[in-house]
């Protein structure tokens, strides 16, 4: 394993928010390729199917206490993560609800100085480049260090094989650098040496 993924003899834990809930997603599998590439340079890895966690709508409770098991389970695997990746499908030319409500679930204490990276996928040829950057603008509210490079992907649909592997062999290993870069930066940053 590249010492480089390591503080304090522990690997950097990289972990990806899905915004989609589809059955066979093509964003669920743009992030399974991007966290390959974290785990390629000795990341933990993690892909983080919301389908499997029972939220509840922000503001929904009084109090966060009242929060059900699976909103602390989730907070709980960001808050530990050194990288997060999030990826969501471009919807009405934003990023997806469910992402929105997942991280309206949380605050700082989950995302400041975590080194995130972003992907979008879209059916349509334009990209998911306003997803992205409204992504980019959420995660640096909640004081992230947000990567320089993201990846759209359009024309999901097509974009993929039934395996969930991209045709395109520069767009798999673009989408693969966004995991390896969060991984590294995410060492740097864990490093203490900036
Ligand atoms: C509610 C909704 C809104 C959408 N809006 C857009 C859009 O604005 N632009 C676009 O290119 N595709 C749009 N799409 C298509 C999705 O981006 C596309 O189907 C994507 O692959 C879905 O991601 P998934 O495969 O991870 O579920 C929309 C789809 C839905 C369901």
């Known amino acids: ?3 480089l993924s390591q503080v304090n003899n522990e690997s ?6 899905c915004g989609s809930l589809r059955q066979g997603s093509t964003t669920h599998a743009a992030l399974q390729i991007a966290l390959s590439g974290a785990e ?3 990341a933990d890895i993690e892909l983080i199917d919301l389908r499997e966690y029972r939220l509840i709508f922000h503001g929904e409770v009084v109090d966060e206490s009242e929060y059900p098991p699976d909103v602390f389970k989730l907070k709980k695997k960001v808050k530990r993560a050194h990288g997060i990746l999030l990826g969501t499908p471009e919807y009405h030319g934003s990023f997806s609800g469910v992402l929105k409500n997942a991280l309206d679930l949380m605050w700082f204490e989950e995302f400041e100085n975590k080194v995130v990276g972003l992907i979008g996928v879209s059916g349509g040829k334009m990209g998911a480049g306003n997803a992205i950057s409204m992504l980019r603008t959420v995660s640096a509210t909640l004081r992230a260090l947000v990567i320089p490079t993201d990846v759209s992907i359009a024309q ?11 045709h395109d062999k ?7 650098a966004v995991g390896r870069q969060v991984t590294k ?3 740097l940053y864990n490093s203490g040496k900036i």
Do not use: H, Q
Request: charge should be negative; charged fraction near 25%.
């Open 185 to 187: 930066y995410a060492a």
């Open 170 to 176: 520069e767009l798999t290993d673009r989408v693969k």
């Open 1 to 3: 394993m590249p010492i």
């Open 40 to 42: 390629e340079v000795g």
């Open 12 to 17: 950097i834990n990289v972990v990806a928010l």
């Open 156 to 166: 999901a649909s097509e974009a993929f094989d039934e395996n969930g592997n991209l």
